[in-house]
């Protein structure tokens, strides 16, 4: 096959929904493959390698994100599907989940309260520009919750996105760790815990560990969008006056 | 496995439906979580394809996350510019959300018949 052809293939692939949508599958399953054989090393995160090897490829072949996307939305699309999926770990462990309602309560609201209003003061007194802050603050959310939340604040819907899915690695590759090492070990603790503070991504890796840390996750993301959304937008004009 | 989808995709619908006609400030998927919750608790349990479909989708729930991930590569600039107090007011003020809820939960719990110490 000469090179003229090769470039007429590639021309008309790239341009197709099919293209990208087989690559995210096969790049996923690649990097499954990787966390596997890292032993479940939470460093080898399959997110971050996948967004890795995928923005290396889409720069190296000049291909816009749009087009991409193009192609990637039906697997973004499931991600509706599966948050309404999660109420059945939640169901499986309803029990449990209500005996324990008081204190979920209470660590939700310290929870949310400190990772949204800590993102907004340490932006801010570090200099960062009140878009990039605004959009910084509800990271801790579920994307399209956090999307909407930073609408509202000033903030970029696709910025937010980018570092809602940041803090859901870097919770899922060291929350496990950290709270071992201050002694928070029980499975409730740490699901919720990760789930809190990093959302869908932070979910994923507790249904690794276990399936009642995975159900802890789930309930904290949930409860944790809605208490965001809620209490965040007329908190932080309040912080934004006292930071002044 | 295709009742199970519809099921999923229903239960959705509901959700975003109550978002647009109640002005909600929840998306619709967490709305349609919450009463697919509520329609386990009436009938007493997932039947056995929409617990192996939910299954199978939760075991890829990383995967979901990709397409929106890799629009990373749209924010490079401001990233790069801003870099010191993103990477900063992100890592610690994660790193207090997580300390203040595992250490907070732990502490009310850790009394309970059933935990240890």
Same mark, same amino acid.
């Given at each position: 096959m000469n090179g003229d052809a090769m470039t007429e293939i590639w021309v008309y692939l790239s341009a197709q929904p099919l293209l990208w949508l087989t690559l995210t599958l096969g790049i996923y399953i690649l990097a499954i493959a990787l966390h596997r054989r890292a032993g479940?090393?939470? =460093? =080898?995160n399959p997110v971050l390698i996948s967004v890795s090897i995928l923005v290396a490829l889409l720069l190296l072949t000049g291909t816009p994100y749009q087009r991409y996307f193009d192609g990637a939305q039906f697997v973004h699309f499931l991600l509706g599907p599966t948050t309404v999926a999660l109420a059945i770990p939640l169901h499986s462990q309803l029990k449990r989940l209500v005996s324990m309602a008081g204190p979920l309560m209470i660590a939700l609201m310290i929870g949310s309260l400190t990772a949204g209003l800590s993102a907004y003061a340490i932006g801010s007194l570090l200099g960062a520009s009140a878009p990039t802050v605004a959009s910084l603050?509800?990271?801790?959310?579920t994307t399209p919750i956090a999307m909407g939340i930073a609408e509202r604040l000033g903030g970029l819907a696709s910025l937010t996105a980018v570092f809602v899915i940041l803090t859901g690695i870097f919770g899922a590759i060291f929350a496990a760790g950290i709270l071992r090492r201050v002694g928070v070990k029980d499975e409730a603790s740490v699901g919720f815990a990760l789930g809190l503070a990093s959302h869908g991504i932070g979910t994923a890796r507790a249904f690794q560990l276990s399936e009642q840390t995975g159900a802890f996750a789930a309930l904290a993301m949930g409860l944790n969008g809605l208490f965001t959304a809620i209490t965040l937008p007329w908190l932080l004009p309040l912080m934004a006056t006292a930071l002044r | 496995m295709i009742q199970a989808i519809a099921l999923l995709l229903a239960f959705q619908l509901a959700g975003e439906t109550l978002r647009v006609a109640l002005h909600l400030p929840v998306p619709g998927p967490v709305i349609g979580m919450a009463l697919l919750l509520g329609w386990l608790v009436l009938r007493g349990g997932p039947d056995d394809a929409l617990r192996s479909t939910s299954g199978t989708l939760l075991q890829h729930?990383?995967?979901?996350f990709v397409p929106a991930g890799t629009g990373v590569m749209l924010h490079a600039g401001r990233l790069a510019e801003e870099a010191w107090p993103i990477t900063v007011a992100l890592v610690a003020s994660t790193l207090l959300g997580l300390l203040a809820t595992g250490l907070s939960l732990h502490f009310l719990t850790r009394h309970r018949a059933g935990s240890p110490q």
């Open positions: 479940g090393h939470p =460093a =080898a603050a509800p990271k801790s959310v | 729930l990383s995967l979901m």
